[in-house]
T-cell receptor, first 112, second 114 residues
Framework: QKEVEQNSGPLSVPEGAIASLNCTYS??????FFWYRQYSGKSPELIMS????GDKEDGRFTAQLNKASQYVSLLIRDSQPSDSATYLC????????????FGKGTTLSVSS | EPEVTQTPSHQVTQMGQEVILRCVPI?????FYWYRQILGQKVEFLVS????????KSEIFDDQFSVERPDGSNFTLKIRSTKLEDSAMYFC????????????FGPGTRLLVL
């Protein structure tokens, strides 16, 4: 059974702080990794994708991947109240197909 | 910017009835997907569709479910004889066609089975 694990939270940070979200996955053959943001009652919205070990930065967001440890994280710098949402980690094993396996998500709350 | 669209946004049905959820994927995308999310739970893969046939399906996608691309734009999910536990948000997604590429999600259809 392929699993993607995330702490459900809530993770509470003050405005302007760094939020750190973590995800582990069980399928060692996974090759594509995605972070989606989901506001309550809405659909997942892509924040970042990462495919290689290391860091990938996009504005206030940095994704980090460590395939040896089967670990992927998302850092949000200068957190804003509008960042308050559930962050979903999704993983794909390209060799097995194109389906995304999602974690349950971490709820982030940014207080002003 | 192109978007995946879904209709209806909400659907209420009686247990045992058939429902059809509709999606228009992003034009020129080649892979289409259905996912569902039961309230408070994770997003779960149901089925993928490529080149006019199912390419992959999960254990959830049993004989109660079927998918179809009836024309060049629509992609549908049919649920026969709905059950209470089918109540969920159903998301359609599409991707351009390379494995591992980003999947773009539609706004979802909230299905309530009474």
């Amino acid at each position: 059974q392929k699993e993607v694990e995330q702490n459900s939270g809530p993770l509470s940070v003050p405005e302007g702080a760094i939020a750190s979200l973590n995800c582990t996955y069980s399928d060692r053959g996974s090759q594509s990794f995605f972070w989606y943001r989901q506001y309550s009652g809405k659909s997942p919205e892509l924040i970042m994708s990462i495919y290689s070990n290391g860091d990938k930065e996009d504005g206030r967001f940095t994704a980090q991947l460590n395939k040896a440890s089967q670990y992927v994280s998302l850092l949000i710098r200068d957190s804003q109240p509008s960042d308050s949402a559930t962050y979903l980690c999704a993983v794909n094993n390209n060799q097995a197909g194109t389906a995304l396996i999602f974690g349950k998500g971490t709820t982030l709350s940014v207080s002003s | 910017e192109p978007e995946v669209t879904q209709t209806p946004s909400h659907q209420v049905t009686q247990m045992g009835q058939e429902v059809i959820l509709r999606c228009v994927p992003i034009s020129n995308h080649l892979y289409f997907y259905w996912y569902r999310q039961i309230l408070g739970q994770k997003v779960e893969f149901l089925v993928s569709f490529y080149n006019n046939e199912i390419s992959e399906k999960s254990e959830i996608f049993d004989d109660q479910f079927s998918v179809e691309r009836p024309d060049g734009s629509n992609f549908t999910l049919k649920i026969r004889s709905t059950k209470l536990e089918d109540s969920a948000m159903y998301f359609c997604a599409s991707n351009p066609g390379q494995t591992g590429e980003t999947q773009y999600f539609g706004p979802g259809t909230r299905l309530l089975v009474l």
